[in-house]
């Protein structure tokens, strides 16, 4: 049964940020797969050559991992290459980012700085460009399907990000930003680091020009912004992000094991960029309490439309309803600073799944949030899927000094999917892509 707030957030957004959303329009685009990489360059009104699974895979209420599982169910590795390649690709700018965390850091006070420091003429220009008038009709319109459906073809963000940096000459900085705010699927990694490698900053001096000939192509000739392009631009040049930035391994975490005494009552926090620890490898941990919070300090930092805002907690929402049917527990709703305490944690109920206690919703001030559901249920540790990069990952050093300042032990799991892959992601794409086949075999069998 659903909650009452998961239905009061879901009625804003065109699509339902549910697991079983995901499943059934992964499974309806499962007959696509074989004509993927023939149709997904056109972006076509309505058109079925892509999955439009983003969303859903940003916040894992499916994971790559699950995705490419179906996907190998009923195809070949290699009839269905270009379409797993595609879904690696977010593994890779995943992986990659967090061995860079500095290109990150770096986005964010490039960003302030522009945005503390902005000159009349450049404000005067972006916001042109914000508001979708710039004269460009396709850029134009973009804008606004950005804004009001928040999604984009993987084509039309490429010729975006292009007409951005390269035609009207804005930083790429902003246009990421606007990106974040919008995108249901806005994600750090995939987010920053494709920008960067339209700018031609990613692969040195090679960037992507959008062209109006190619445009008119793959949108079926509903544009043609012919003479209107900046189509002979030089990349951008280095801007230092990736010498400056110490190279940081990925830690491999610790085999899951069950919570020993001294670590009882042993609470599980699940943190938006992961909404699915039911499947993998916590799934058969016994938990005395489960908390699965967003917060609107963690939003307001990258200034999440109410669109975003919605579609982040309708997915908690169902995250939460989902884990006390699996934990056999009863959601309890948060709100703004409420952590209700409606019972006391002890040794004796891990495992015992009648008094599973699951919280769920937003919060106003996430860390506060979590150390108060943590006290609240008098817990010894909090355990989680360590969130990647990006703004939960930007909360997680305050939350772990909050934590350990309440004498509460800490333990966090990267799941096998990233450990595998993420430590390949040193160079280009290319050479991620080379071993993939190889670590699938061996990560699925
Ligand atoms: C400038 C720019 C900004 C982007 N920002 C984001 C972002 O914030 N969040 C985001 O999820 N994607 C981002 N992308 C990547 C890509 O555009 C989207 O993931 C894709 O368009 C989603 O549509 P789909 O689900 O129909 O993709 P499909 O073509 O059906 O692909 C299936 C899945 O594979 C993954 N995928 C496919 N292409 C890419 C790619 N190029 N990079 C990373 N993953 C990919 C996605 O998870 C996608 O859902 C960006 C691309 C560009 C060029």
Same mark, same amino acid.
């Given at each position: 049964m659903k909650s009452s707030f998961q239905s009061s957030v879901v009625n804003t957004l065109a699509i339902t940020p549910t697991r079983d959303e995901a499943i059934a329009r992964l499974a309806a685009f499962?007959?696509?797969?074989?004509? $993927?990489a023939k149709g997904r360059n056109f972006d076509r009104p309505g058109n079925q050559a892509v999955s439009e699974a983003s969303p859903f895979l940003r916040y894992r209420l499916v994971t790559e991992r699950e995705v490419v599982e179906s996907v190998l169910a009923e195809y070949s590795y290699e009839s269905a290459e270009k379409f797993i390649q595609e879904i690696c690709w977010r593994t890779y700018w995943k992986g990659y980012l967090e061995m860079r965390p500095g290109i990150w850091e770096r986005y964010k006070v490039d960003n302030q700085a522009l945005h503390d420091n902005l000159e009349v003429d450049l404000q005067n220009r972006l916001e042109k460009a914000r508001r979708g008038q710039t004269g460009i009709d396709c850029f134009d319109d973009w804008v606004q399907q950005l804004v009001t459906t928040g999604w984009? %073809?993987? %084509?039309?963000?490429?010729?975006?990000?292009?007409?951005?940096?390269?035609?009207?000459?804005?930083?790429? *900085?902003?246009?990421?930003?606007?990106?974040?705010?919008?995108?249901?699927?806005?994600?750090?990694?995939?987010?920053?680091?494709?920008?960067?490698?339209?700018?031609?900053?990613?692969?040195?001096?090679? &960037? $992507?020009l959008a062209r109006a000939d190619n445009i008119n192509r793959y949108t079926d000739g509903r544009y043609n912004p012919q003479g209107l392009l900046n189509e002979s631009a030089a990349p951008l040049p280095p801007d230092g992000a990736f010498e400056s930035v110490p190279f940081a391994k990925v830690a491999l975490l610790r085999d899951v094991h069950l919570? #020993?005494?001294?670590?009882?009552?042993?609470?599980?926090?699940?943190?938006?960029?992961?909404?699915?620890?039911?499947?993998g490898e916590l799934s058969e941990t016994?938990? #005395?309490?489960?908390?699965?919070?967003?917060?609107?300090d963690v939003m307001d930092s990258f200034n999440?439309?109410?669109?975003?805002?919605?579609?982040?907690?309708?997915?908690?929402?169902?995250?939460?309803?989902?884990?006390?049917? %699996?934990?056999?527990?009863?959601?309890?709703?948060c709100q703004g600073e409420v952590i209700p305490t409606v019972g006391r944690a002890s040794p004796d109920n891990v495992g015992r799944r009648e008094r599973m206690r699951v919280y769920g919703g937003s919060v106003n001030c996430w860390v506060d949030g979590v150390v108060t559901w943590a006290r609240n249920e008098h817990l010894k540790s909090v355990w989680y899927l360590r969130p990647p990069v990006g703004p939960w990952g930007d909360a997680m050093d305050d939350l772990r000094s909050?934590?350990?300042? *309440?004498?509460?032990?800490?333990?966090? $799991?990267?799941?096998?999917?990233?450990?595998? &892959?993420?430590?390949?992601?040193?160079?280009? $794409?290319?050479?991620?892509?080379?071993?993939?086949?190889?670590r699938l075999n061996r990560l699925l069998g």
């Open positions: 499962m007959p696509n797969v074989s004509g $993927y984009l %073809h993987n %084509h039309t963000r490429m010729w975006f990000a292009s007409i951005w940096i390269f035609t009207l000459k804005l930083p790429w *900085q902003a246009g990421a930003a606007l990106f974040l705010e919008h995108l249901l699927d806005g994600d750090a990694a995939s987010n920053t680091l494709s920008w960067r490698w339209v700018a031609g900053l990613h692969t040195r001096g090679k &960037h $992507y919570p #020993s005494l001294s670590c009882c009552p042993a609470g599980l926090l699940v943190i938006p960029d992961d909404l699915t620890p039911e499947s016994p938990f #005395s309490s489960i908390c699965v919070l967003s917060g609107n999440a439309s109410p669109k975003v805002r919605a579609f982040c907690e309708g997915a908690v929402a169902d995250s939460a309803d989902r884990l006390a049917a %699996h934990w056999d527990g009863k959601v309890t709703e909050a934590l350990k300042a *309440q004498g509460i032990k800490v333990f966090e $799991y990267r799941r096998r999917w990233d450990s595998l &892959h993420w430590p390949h992601a040193t160079a280009g $794409y290319f050479r991620f892509k080379d071993g993939l086949q190889d």
